[in-house]
């Protein structure tokens, strides 16, 4: 399994395999284009209120990740999360963000549960 991570405003490399953007909200001032991203599954993504709550500093990195973990959880999510991991299972995927920190914000979380097996879940 190849699970990569970049920032959007980095140019696309050719070992980046399927581009997946994993933010809820397009990023500002980069085109379709330069983005080069193939899937955007935006019901991966914390939910709005999960994402408010977390900048507004309420709470700790670690809540977060659990909160964010029981939304992953959830019918629609739970697929989606598998979709990648399979696509992760055939050959490179790159999760693309924003995040000035992916090591610090949702794409971690994600990134640890594509690399659990599937049948750890609930």
Known sequence: MSVRVRRVYEPPEPGDGVRVLVDR?????????AARVDEWPKGLTPSTELRRWY?????????????????LAEPEAAHLLDHVR????????TLVTS?????????????????????HRH
């Open 86 to 93: 399979e696509l992760a299972d055939k050959g490179t995927v």
């Open 99 to 119: 995040a000035k920190e992916p090591e610090e914000s949702h794409v971690a979380v994600l990134v640890r549960l594509l690399k659990r097996p599937k049948a």
């Open 25 to 33: 909200l397009w990023p500002r001032g980069v085109s379709k284009d």
């Open 55 to 71: 900048h507004a500093g309420e709470g700790s990195y670690e809540e977060f990740a659990r909160r964010y973990e029981a939304e």
